[in-house]
């Protein structure tokens, strides 16, 4: 059995796109190759990448062509043709920065406890780099994302995380299928959600690389185009801690949704008269989220709740909201005043 398995869903990229990602691979140092594989599914695209270009590398490429189904269910197509002990899933325009990133995974599935036991991990978090292009300058720069001492344990993005198969297996955790858009985020709070055997690594080794061609990181409006989805992506999360009763979690969800949402619509951005079409469809939606589970926040701990207000104002505050522009409760009225989506 493989010790580690790489799953790349690919829609319409072809091996220009992919061949940096599966070069970094190549060039990985203190580790045997036939310990490690990468399986590559497309999602029902016409643009099919020739297996011929696989054949110099030094590991197992498996390339498969599926019906097109989305990114969520592509990721599940990945994990269904998986044998390795872990697996972790990348993005075919991404790349490993560090030559060592392999090797700091596969020193974390060795770890042992103090009865010499192998425990290694359910799951393991690292920092990872984001590349970021200015338009104006052409300027190319790069930042690390997920410092757990300033954040936390990232749970938004894939990026740089990694898995134990069996433990994804037991619980069944797979990704929401329904979910194309903010995808990520309900698969990583399940996963960190159900295991207390989460490694940290500080040091980057992976690379979120700049696309222009992708809308994410291009489209200045991006997160007021699809911040329902963001709601539909918590509300499917929910959905899975209320079947798998773990009810404070579900409480705690949706109080910071409820609350994350009401900051953001206070800020300037969203207030903005050229941006009133995004926010009636985000309101309207929110409706529909909040009659739904309004509940779970009613019954949360007040002292818990209290905190996750204080830390988001702290957050927002950061960001440049001063002061809100309404009160909770009187946006709240507004909300059930409005007509429900169409």
């Not at 203190?30 to 590991?59: C, P």
């Not at 926010?279 to 002292?303: A, D, Q, V, W």
Request: glycine letters at 4%.
């Amino acid at each position: 059995m493989k010790k580690l398995q790489i799953l790349i869903p690919h829609y319409k990229e072809d091996f220009s796109i992919i061949k940096p990602l599966l070069d970094s691979i190549n060039i990985q140092q203190n580790i045997n190759f036939d310990d490690i594989g990468v399986i590559i599914v497309n999602d029902g695209n016409e643009v099919i990448i020739d297996k011929n270009n696989f054949n110099n590398y030094n590991y197992e490429i498996q390339y498969y062509i599926n019906e097109h189904k989305g990114v969520s269910a592509t990721r599940n197509a990945c994990l269904d043709k998986a044998e390795a002990e872990y697996v972790m899933f990348c993005d075919c325009d991404d790349m490993f920065s560090n030559i060592c990133g392999l090797w700091c995974i596969f020193r974390e599935m060795n770890t042992k406890n103090s009865n010499e036991e192998n425990v290694g991990f359910d799951v393991l978090v690292s920092v990872f780099m984001q590349e970021s292009h200015d338009p104006k300058t052409n300027t190319i720069t790069y930042i690390n994302r997920g410092d757990k001492d300033k954040d936390g344990l990232d749970s938004v993005f894939v990026h740089g995380k990694a898995y134990r198969r069996q433990y994804l297996l037991d619980n069944n955790i797979r990704w929401c299928e329904k979910l194309t858009i903010h995808e990520d985020s309900y698969f990583n709070c399940l996963c960190q959600t159900l295991t207390k055997n989460i490694k940290y690594i500080s040091t980057p080794f992976y690379l979120w690389k700049w696309r222009g061609e992708s809308v994410c990181r291009s489209d200045e409006k991006y997160i007021l185009k699809t911040y329902t989805n963001l709601l539909d992506s918590s509300d499917a999360l929910v959905e899975q801690f209320i079947l798998r009763k773990k009810l404070e979690n579900a409480q705690y969800n949706i109080t910071h949704m409820i609350y994350n949402t009401y900051f953001t619509m206070n800020t300037d951005e969203w207030l903005a008269a050229e941006n009133r079409p995004y926010r009636l469809k985000t309101e309207r939606h929110f409706k529909y989220y909040y009659n739904k589970y309004s509940y779970l926040m009613n019954g949360i701990k007040p002292e818990v709740k209290m905190q996750i207000i204080k830390t988001l104002k702290t957050n927002f505050f950061n960001k440049g909201l001063v002061i809100e522009k309404f009160s909770f409760e009187d946006w709240i009225r507004y909300i059930q005043g409005l007509k429900d989506e169409q």
